[in-house]
């Protein structure tokens, strides 16, 4: 068996697979730490030629550098390469079933998109109370099945303690733990960890924004309250001006960072481990079971448990944001868990806002045999229009609260155009619920901010990351965490 081809800025989930792969493809008998390229493995096409003779190649590529520091090389196009981010704006790879990269708008959109207002027995839904009795459901149950995997009827409690208090200047910090118990599989060691940073002299609880770091775990200390922010970008990039966290606690919020990888590693070996392999005790998942991408989801779900004993937050007022996977992660848990006000995904491509049939940059092919979904959805690579489900559909489960999806002009593999149609296709929802869509369908030139509905969408100018939208996302979300906003839905 061969493992899938995972994103291309997943190195660590990429080693893990070729390890994986290389003992069962030994004869070995497959231990605990196995059953994750088990679970995981694809069928691919067999006898597949060389990428540099294959005939299905796109003609108009060639093999550049992936960069000065990072090893390797990448297939890209004549839209060239950004030299001091070392990386190409359109990288092509070849998937695991034959499938080459498209960056042509006129190939781009091969198959309709589910109806979104029709329920499985066809019946038109022409009001909320359908919506959420009967299609809400529906679609909620689809993507716990088929994409993201459920989570388990018996997870372990989580007993949460404060670890420090610390005041610094103008900001206090509280360090926070969930201890999960793992007497019934002592190998597995999940924790909920939270580092919660407040103005100091705040005079009653505030919102706060849950972020997930660019690397899913432990504090970024070039995003915090001093240093330069980083978020993934070369110095070059970096905007000028103060972090996330200081615009943040500079608007009288709070600002707290999730762990998402003390919880569960983001590689497909932590699929036997962290809260996953807790509650399988070392075992395999089940084809419908949770991926890594709702176990995340509901470790930043149990911290809401916690911010609702916090009496220095304002629990009404909760907003999640991440990056990349993270924005996938941050899509998810707002959708899953309703006590989430506002969800900020940042350039969160296939998985997360992009459509996912459409053939543009990383499609489902690239990402079918992922950690991060469920067993299940190995079975669309190659078979896209099987879906039952899609982006605009994900979007859809936030409805009606308020959603900020951005993309950026030189990461197209995240596809911005993907992320805008999917939430023009989630309008109808959040009309039918009484709240306001993006206000157009035609695609914003770069830098134009769409906030003044309840969908609301950016594509900058610049690379793969989250940093050069946070003023603009601060702007929009200011509508509902000013006081009396909470809620302003019902």
């Excluded at 893990?16 to 390229?37: F, I, K, R, T, Y």
């Excluded at 067999?46 to 299905?56: K, R």
């Excluded at 979104?116 to 009967?134: E, F, N």
């Excluded at 959040?430 to 030139?445: I, N, V």
Aim: charged fraction near 20%.
């Amino acid at each position: 068996m061969t493992p899938p081809a995972l994103h291309w800025r997943h190195p660590i989930a990429l080693a893990s697979l070729l390890v994986l792969a290389c003992a069962l493809a030994s004869g070995a008998e497959p231990q605990a730490q196995d059953n994750a390229a088990v679970i995981l493995a694809l069928t691919p096409r067999t006898n597949l030629p060389p990428e540099a003779v294959d005939p299905e190649r796109p003609k108009n590529i060639r093999l550049v550098p992936l960069g000065p520091t990072i090893r390797g090389s990448y297939w890209t196009d004549d839209a060239g390469v950004d030299d001091t981010y070392g990386n190409p704006y359109n990288a092509y790879r070849r998937s695991p079933f034959g499938t080459w990269s498209n960056f042509d708008e006129a190939k781009a959109n091969p198959y309709p998109l589910p109806e979104l207002l029709v329920t499985k027995s066809g019946r038109p839904v022409r009001d909320a109370a359908t919506w959420w009795h009967q299609r809400r459901p529906e679609i909620l149950n689809d993507f716990l099945t088929e994409i993201y995997g459920r989570i388990p009827d018996h997870v372990p409690r989580v007993t949460w303690e404060v670890m420090s208090v610390k005041v610094t200047g103008a900001v206090r910090t509280k360090v926070i733990v969930g201890h999960i118990d793992n007497s019934a599989f002592p190998e597995a060691t999940p924790s909920i960890n939270l580092t919660l940073s407040l103005p100091a002299d705040a005079a009653g609880p505030v919102p706060v924004m849950v972020v997930i770091p660019p690397f899913g775990g432990g504090r970024d200390p070039n995003r915090g309250a001093t240093g330069a922010p980083r978020g993934g970008m070369g110095a070059a990039h970096n905007p000028p001006g103060p972090s996330p966290l200081q615009q943040v606690l500079a608007r009288g919020w709070g600002y707290a960072e999730y762990d998402a990888v003390a919880l569960q590693a983001d590689n497909a070996a932590g699929v036997t481990r962290g809260i996953i392999g807790l509650v399988n005790k070392g075992g395999p998942n089940g084809p419908g079971e949770w991926g890594a991408l709702t176990a995340w989801a509901w470790g930043l779900s149990r911290s809401i448990d916690y911010f609702e004993t916090d009496r220095d937050v304002d629990s009404k007022r909760l907003g999640v944001e991440g990056h990349s996977r993270w924005g996938k992660t941050a899509l998810w848990a707002a959708a899953l868990d309703q006590r989430w006000a506002i969800v900020y995904a940042s350039c969160s491509g296939e998985g997360g806002a992009k459509l996912l049939r459409r053939n543009y940059g990383e499609t489902t092919d690239n990402i079918a045999g992922s950690h991060w979904m469920a067993g299940n959805f190995r079975k669309y690579g190659g078979h896209w229009n099987d879906l039952p489900v899609d982006a605009h559909e994900l979007i859809a489960l936030v409805a009606p609260r308020p959603v900020f999806v951005t993309g950026g002009t030189q990461d197209q593999q995240a596809d911005p155009h993907g992320e805008f149609m999917a939430e023009v296709a989630a309008g109808p929802a959040y009309r039918l619920l009484g709240a306001r869509d993006l206000g157009t369908s035609e695609m914003p030139a770069p830098n134009t901010a769409l906030i003044s509905g309840d969908i609301a969408f950016r594509e900058h100018v610049g690379p793969h990351t989250d940093l050069l939208d946070w003023p603009t996302f601060i702007e929009f979300a200011s509508r509902y965490f000013a006081v009396g906003a909470a809620n302003q839905h019902g």
